[in-house]
């Protein structure tokens, strides 16, 4: 690929990457320190939400289009990304209300998100290596890249 960008798999394979060391080090902070946990959780859910977004705005429709076993697959993702976001949501409740484990919704989380990662990354994402023009792929990835503007809270 040129423009230095590496194939779209590479870059959603990255973006998992990053998402993961957020997450984890969102774990590695002490229930105790709410504020700093509150403030990782909300960029995590952010940088994922719209990682999803990329994926069922600019991608699953493609793949998804004219082949039943694809388009099944696609149906399979799909709920995967609202089990992840039902997870999100009952996180940022707990963090929400003060300082508490979230262990058990942590991995609620992981049970789902893990294994939709190591999907896609195995008979997802490598189609679009093949399958996306050039300003396709790269439209993928400069989405991918575009920062997640700051939360201001008033
Ligand atoms: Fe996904
Ligand atoms: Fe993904």
């Not at 060391?21 to 952010?46: M, V």
């Not at 942590?106 to 189609?127: A, G, I, Q, R």
Request: hydrophobic share 35%; net charge negative; proline share 7%.
């Amino acid at each position: 690929m040129s423009e230095g960008t590496g194939p779209p798999s590479r870059a959603l394979a990255g973006d998992h990457d990053e998402l993961d060391r957020w997450l984890e080090e969102f774990r590695a902070i002490p229930p105790s320190e709410n504020d700093r946990r509150c403030e990782l959780f909300d960029r995590f859910a952010t940088d994922l939400r719209r990682h999803i977004a990329v994926e069922e705005r600019l991608l699953f429709p493609r793949f998804g289009e004219g082949d039943v076993s694809r388009r099944r697959l696609v149906d399979r993702m799909l709920d995967e990304h609202r089990r992840i976001e039902e997870a999100l949501q009952r996180i940022s409740r707990r963090l929400d209300e003060g300082p508490a484990s979230t262990e058990d919704l942590e991995l609620e989380l992981l049970n789902v998100l893990w294994p939709h990662n190591v999907l896609e990354e195995e008979s997802v994402y490598p189609w679009f290596d093949t399958h996306l023009s050039r300003e396709q792929a790269r439209e993928v990835i400069q989405e991918l890249k575009t920062p997640t503007p700051a939360r201001n809270e008033p």
